[in-house]
C-alpha cells in the first residue's frame, strides 16, 4: 500500500517537474509545439487573451508557436500578409469557397481546374444553394460575359489541372476587379516561385493580383509526398478576418508534427523547384520528337497552349515553370494500349500528386472530364508526368522502354 502511494507521488512529480532549461536554445530547425491545451498565468489572463491576432496562444487550434513561425514563412514565400493552415490543399479550396459564398450566390470556375474542386461546386456548393458556371480560362471575354449579379467568386488556376493551357491571369484579374468581384487563385503550381500571386505586374506601382492565394502544400513545400496540408493566404486583413473565422468554426488545424516537416522543407523549395523545372522542360521537348506522341502539353513549349501568357508572367529561367507536363498519344493507340505504356514505366510510377523526389505518371480520360472536347487539344489519350529529381536521362530511357509496351 505505502509503495503505492509512492508511486503515486512519483507520477506527479513527473508530471509537474520543477526544472525549466535555460532559454536561448538556438538551431537550425524551429522547435516542434504540439499542445491542444496551452496555459494560462491565472483567470484574468484566460479571460484577457485574444486569439485572433497572433500576440499570444490560447488553444492548439488557434495556433502554436510552430504553425505561426510556418504560416509567416509561407506568406514571405507567396508575397502575402496573412496565412491560415489547413489539413490539405483540397480543404483550402472549400474553407475559401465555404466562406466567402452563401445560398443565392455564385461561383464561377474555369474548365480545366483541379478535378476535386469542380466536385465540391456540383455536390457541396449546389446542396447548400450556391450555384457555379464554368468559364473558358483561354477567353478572358468569356469569363466577363459569365460574371453576373451574383457572381461572388472566381476561382483561377494557372496553368490548368492535367491541360496544363496558361491563362492571361493579370487580363482575368482586371475583368473581376472591374466588377468588384473576389478572385481566389490556385497558385499550387506556381508555387510562389514562378510567378508572383499578389502582384502580376512587377514593376508597376500598384500591385495588380488575386485576393486570395490557395496553396496545397501537399506539394512542393512538402516536398516528400508524405504530408498532407493547404495554406489560405491574403493580404487584406478584413477578408483574413472573415475567412480566419469560418476557419475557426470548421474547427481545421494541421499537426504540429506535420508542420516541422514542411518547415524542414522549404529552405531548399526553389533549388528543388528549379530541378524539377529543369527536367520537365527537357523531358517534354524530348518527348514532341516521338513518333507516338501528338503534342505535349508545358506551358515553356511555344506550341503549348497559352505559351506567350507564361512567356510573359513567369519569363525563361529555370523555377519559370513546375515539374509537370502531359503528352497526348496519337489517337491510333488505345486507351488499353496507353495503359500498358503506363504499367511498363519503372522509375515514373502511378501515383497522384506531385513535388517529391519519384517521378510519377497518371493516366487521365479528358473525355470524361471536359463537356465538350477542347479545339485545342489533339485527339488522344492523355499522360500527365510528373519529373522528380531522378537524372533525366534515366527518365528518357524508361519512357524508352515503356513505349515498347504499346505495341
Ligand atoms: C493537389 C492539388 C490540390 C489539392 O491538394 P491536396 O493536398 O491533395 O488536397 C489542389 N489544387 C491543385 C492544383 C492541386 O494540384
Redesign the pocket.
Known amino acids: 500500500m505505502e509503495n503505492h502511494l509512492n508511486m503515486h507521488k512519483k507520477t506527479t512529480a513527473l508530471i509537474h517537474h520543477p526544472y525549466v532549461p535555460p532559454a536561448g536554445f538556438a538551431a537550425p530547425q524551429p522547435g516542434v509545439f504540439k499542445a491542444s491545451t496551452v496555459f494560462f498565468s491565472n483567470a484574468a489572463a484566460m479571460r484577457r487573451v485574444e486569439w485572433k491576432d497572433k500576440t499570444g496562444y490560447t488553444y492548439g487550434l488557434h495556433g502554436t508557436p510552430t504553425t505561426y513561425q510556418l504560416e509567416e514563412r509561407l506568406c514571405a514565400l507567396e508575397g502575402g500578409l496573412q496565412c491560415l493552415l489547413v489539413p490539405?490543399?483540397?480543404?483550402a479550396?472549400a474553407t475559401v469557397s465555404m466562406s466567402l459564398l452563401g445560398t443565392g450566390d455564385e461561383v464561377l470556375i474555369p474548365n480545366n481546374v483541379?478535378g476535386?474542386?469542380k466536385t465540391l461546386a456540383q455536390g457541396e456548393l449546389r446542396a447548400w444553394g450556391i450555384s457555379h458556371r464554368v468559364y473558358d480560362p483561354m477567353d478572358p471575354q468569356d469569363l466577363a460575359a459569365r460574371i453576373g449579379p451574383k457572381t461572388r467568386l472566381v476561382w483561377l488556376?494557372a496553368p490548368g489541372?492535367v491541360t496544363l493551357e496558361f491563362p492571361d491571369l493579370l487580363e482575368m484579374v482586371s475583368v473581376c476587379k472591374a466588377k468588384g468581384v473576389l478572385t481566389a487563385l490556385?497558385n499550387?503550381?506556381g508555387a510562389g516561385i514562378a510567378f508572383e500571386p499578389f502582384n502580376l505586374t512587377p514593376g508597376s506601382d500598384t500591385a495588380l493580383g488575386a485576393d486570395v492565394s490557395v496553396h496545397?502544400l501537399?506539394?512542393y513545400p512538402s516536398g516528400g509526398g508524405d504530408v498532407?496540408?493547404?495554406s489560405i493566404i491574403t493580404r487584406d486583413s478584413n477578408l483574413h478576418m472573415k475567412l480566419k473565422l469560418t476557419h475557426m468554426r470548421l474547427g481545421l488545424a494541421v499537426g504540429a508534427n506535420d508542420a516541422e516537416m514542411v518547415l524542414r522543407s522549404l529552405p531548399s523549395i526553389v533549388l528543388r523547384y528549379q530541378a524539377h523545372d529543369i527536367g520537365a522542360r527537357e523531358l517534354a521537348a524530348w518527348c514532341q520528337q516521338l513518333p507516338q506522341i501528338a503534342q505535349v502539353l508545358h506551358p515553356a513549349l511555344p506550341q503549348s497552349p497559352g505559351h506567350a501568357f507564361w512567356k510573359s508572367l513567369c519569363d525563361n529561367r529555370p523555377g519559370g515553370a513546375a515539374g509537370l507536363f502531359s503528352v497526348m498519344f496519337k489517337d491510333q493507340f488505345s486507351s488499353e494500349q496507353v495503359d500498358a505504356f503506363c504499367d511498363a514505366l519503372k522509375l515514373f510510377k502511378l501515383g497522384y500528386?506531385?513535388g517529391g523526389p519519384i517521378s510519377l505518371v497518371v493516366p487521365y480520360d479528358l473525355a470524361s472530364m471536359r463537356g465538350a472536347w477542347p479545339s485545342h487539344l489533339a485527339r488522344g489519350t492523355l499522360v500527365r508526368f510528373s519529373v522528380g529529381l531522378e537524372a533525366v536521362a534515366d527518365l528518357k530511357a524508361d519512357i524508352g522502354q515503356a513505349l515498347g509496351a504499346m505495341a
Open positions: 490539405s490543399g483540397l480543404a479550396v483541379y476535386p474542386s488556376e489541372s490556385d499550387t503550381w496545397a501537399t506539394k498532407l496540408m493547404g500528386s506531385w
